[in-house]
């Protein structure tokens, strides 16, 4: 017997309460549905189901078993969904927030595209280089820059991403050239706010090992762009990411320090709260930064335009 249709019948049975209605719903027998929910529990060695002639409960196997089934089962509707033309439509409201800086880059003109693709989807973007507690505010998925925190959150890595130091031409002629970490003491660097995502500090490769710097210096901001701005006018040191500075390096206008030091890339990721019962709009919207992100071909070229 189908071991998908024995799960199809015992997640139909649990939700409307007993054989009859089960079998109404699909147009057979409760005899049929009956003998599959008893193969079912044959082939686990369990009992899932008490049934008596006024009423159907679950055991503590069965509650434990069902949730499983329902992700199970959503799951597979999503994927036939993502592949199939005359497939479910994606509907309803998407919450998301991204860093400030990548977020203007790299996600807003994206937005665009995918409601373009997906019209019966609505969506709100929220735009804040402060790690953006998405459980207790309500949004449906964040992007994020970096290593991540130890969390319960789902995470899919949508790209690679790498740091580096940075310093304009002006800045180093004033100020030198550090050659080793350790000499960014003796430097203005500036921070990204404490209370803001970059909170490990500065890392850097060192004798095989990945350390982590938090260096100081008289200028601090929350918000990356004016990071950057500031970096630009010669101000001190930066830690940015390759897609932020990559065209100014490319001009003149920035070199990068210390990169016989540079550390590993770290990544470019997509979090949820969890993997169960995703609706089928934030599994796309998933799927389609990876899509975005994961061609080699849009790093390197101008960052993609808002429609």
């Keep these: 017997m189908d071991r998908l249709k024995q799960i199809e019948s015992f997640t139909a049975v649990a939700g409307k309460g007993s054989l009859t209605a089960a079998a109404q719903a699909e147009g057979v027998a409760p005899a049929v549905i009956g003998r599959r929910i008893d193969a079912l529990e044959e082939r686990l060695g369990v009992k899932l189901l008490v049934r008596t002639t006024r009423r159907l409960t679950l055991t503590h196997e069965g509650s434990a078993f069902l949730e499983d089934c329902q992700r199970i089962l959503a799951e597979i509707a999503n994927a036939e969904a993502s592949v199939s033309a005359g497939g479910v439509k994606a509907s309803g409201h998407l919450r998301i927030t991204a860093p400030a800086g990548f977020g203007r880059r790299h996600v807003a003109p994206l937005v665009p595209k995918f409601l373009a693709l997906h019209p019966d989807v609505s969506l709100s973007l929220n735009l ?172 390197k070229g101008p960052p993609p335009a808002a429609a």
């Design 128 to 299: 804040s280089d402060r790690v953006v507690d998405i459980v207790n505010e309500g949004f449906d998925s964040a992007v994020r820059v970096g290593d991540l925190p130890d969390s319960s959150l789902v995470s899919v890595r949508l790209a690679d991403n790498r740091r580096l130091c940075v310093a304009a031409p002006a800045y180093l002629k004033r100020a030198g050239t550090p050659k080793h970490p350790q000499e960014l003491g003796r430097h203005e660097c500036l921070l990204l706010s404490s209370d803001a995502s970059q909170t490990r500090g500065w890392a850097f490769t060192v004798d095989g090992d990945v350390i982590h710097l938090r260096p100081g210096g008289r200028l601090d901001c929350s918000d990356g762009q004016v990071l950057h701005a500031w970096c630009l006018q010669g101000l001190g040191l930066a830690w940015r990411s390759t897609w932020e500075v990559e065209q100014q390096i490319a001009a003149g206008q920035l070199l990068e320090v210390l990169a016989d030091f540079a550390a590993p890339p770290n990544g470019i990721y997509a979090v949820v709260p969890q993997r169960k019962h995703l609706p089928l709009r934030v599994r796309l919207w998933i799927d389609f930064l990876k899509h975005s992100f994961g061609d080699a071909t849009y790093w």
